[in-house]
């Protein structure tokens, strides 16, 4: 079993940023990819980036391309997404999920098996 928690979220004006952390726990040895995601009301999930945990490879969605960073720390089970520049449109639960598989699209979300509570992320204009 894998236990995700997302943390960091909070509410911040357009042109802020924001920190969001996701703790891994749990059987986590063979988790091949972490990424983030993202929820708007009225809208369905979509990928926001994702890490490849042995390479460190990264993929972004281009509507956070160069706003955006998706990093790890392996020691800590970790994952971290820094946002800046936010927008009034990044406003969302933002979730945490890790897969065990190798993604034949790093952004897909069905190959991601395990997912966290969410953390929201508010963005004011």
């Known amino acids: 079993q894998v236990h995700l928690v997302e943390s960091g979220g909070g509410s911040v004006q357009a042109g802020g940023s924001l920190r969001l952390s996701c703790t891994a726990s749990g059987y986590i040895d063979s988790k091949k990819y972490m990424g983030w995601f993202r929820q708007a009301p009225g809208k369905e999930r979509e990928a926001v980036a994702t890490i490849a945990t042995g390479s460190g490879a990264t993929y972004y969605a281009d509507s956070v391309k160069g706003r955006f960073t998706i990093s790890q720390d392996n020691a800590k089970n970790t994952v971290y997404l820094q946002m800046n520049s936010l927008k009034p449109e990044d406003t969302a639960m933002y979730y945490c999920?890790?897969?065990?598989?190798?993604?034949?699209?790093?952004?897909?979300?069905?190959?991601?098996?395990?997912w966290g509570q969410g953390t929201q992320v508010i963005v004011s204009p």
């Open positions: 999920a890790i897969t065990h598989g190798y993604p034949t699209v790093p952004l897909s979300i069905g190959p991601y098996e395990d």
